[in-house]
């Protein structure tokens, strides 16, 4: 029993490397901030986009290290695919499964849904397979996590989701154009480029209008305190825990000091839509949004987020 019980267990951790499983509980919190913004309710639909973008995640994953499964050989030999622990067929196979299962899970909450969905898709395949290594690399990545946010809106409301779409693509521009430094270790500039996004991110989102959506005039001035409030606590969250990566790589730019500033940019990602789905006064949704965030810190310690 035990000696079947080790390679299952084994592979079942290579699967979960390969796709960085824990850093899936970076996505939700992305279609809820964009539902949030247009005055969308948390329903069964809603449910099935916030699993749609986690299986269109992990299945980014598994293409890039697909497409990098040369370059990793190289420069990560721990990882799955140049380890030997996952084929390459099998990791190709999983990208394409869990597109399909993302777009299958889209295609159920509607076709506007699905007008989102195809376009995201196309972009996460356009950054593994051909952007990533170019000089639009970060903006590709930026637009992926932008039209992950504009998901949770719907097609028919995007532009008041707008806002927190450009605020999430402007932080994953930052921490994306960062990760390019990981293995060689940075230029000072950018750890503090990096750093100073983070200020702008966290002083844009600090900015949008806290008023809750769908209710009435004076249900809406009673709760956009308790609203700004929560938004204020979630930016703080977010501003300490990637900031501070961020300050220590830009004391010591070192491959080690910028890995951990992108995994912690990663990371920064929850609170950060937490703070946004407060500020849009969408406050039950806020909260289990924030609660995966200790969770996410806890697993990445287990499986590396970058």
Not at 17 to 32: H, N, S
Not at 232 to 251: D, E, H, I, N
Not at 256 to 284: D, S
Request: charged content about 15%; aromatic content about 2%.
């Amino acid at each position: 029993m035990t000696r079947r019980r080790t390679p299952r267990s084994g592979r079942l951790r290579a699967l979960a490397q390969l796709v960085r499983a824990p850093a899936a509980l970076t996505v939700p919190g992305d279609v809820l901030a964009g539902a949030a913004a247009a005055g969308r309710a948390t329903d069964a639909s809603l449910a099935c986009l916030a699993t749609s973008s986690v299986c269109l995640y992990w299945a980014g994953m598994a293409l890039n290290d697909w497409a990098d499964r040369e370059l990793d050989a190289v420069e990560r030999p721990e990882r799955p695919i140049p380890s030997g622990r996952i084929p390459a067929p099998v990791a190709l196979g999983v990208a394409t499964a869990l597109t399909a299962a993302s777009l299958g899970l889209a295609a159920a909450a509607g076709r506007r849904a699905l007008a989102v969905a195809v376009p995201l898709a196309a972009t996460v395949w356009m950054y593994d397979l051909r952007a990533k290594s170019g000089p639009a690399g970060p903006a590709v990545m930026a637009a992926a996590r932008g039209l992950d946010v504009l998901l949770g809106a719907g097609a028919g409301r995007l532009r008041p989701a707008l806002p927190a779409a450009a605020t999430v693509a402007g932080h994953t521009l930052a921490v994306t154009a960062l990760s390019r430094a990981e293995v060689t270790g940075a230029d000072p500039w950018l750890p503090r480029a990096t750093l100073a996004a983070t200020a702008a991110v966290t002083a844009a989102a600090a900015a949008l209008p806290a008023l809750p959506t769908g209710t009435a005039l004076p249900a809406a001035a009673a709760r956009c305190g308790t609203a700004r409030l929560a938004a204020l606590g979630g930016l703080a969250v977010y501003g300490a825990t990637a900031g501070r990566a961020q300050s220590r790589a830009a004391a010591d730019p070192s491959a080690g000091n910028v890995r951990r500033a992108v995994g912690a940019g990663i990371l920064g990602l929850i609170p950060l839509q937490a703070a946004l789905t407060a500020q849009a006064g969408a406050l039950r949704a806020a909260l289990p949004v924030a609660a995966a965030f200790p969770l996410a810190r806890a697993l990445s310690r287990r499986v590396s987020p970058t």
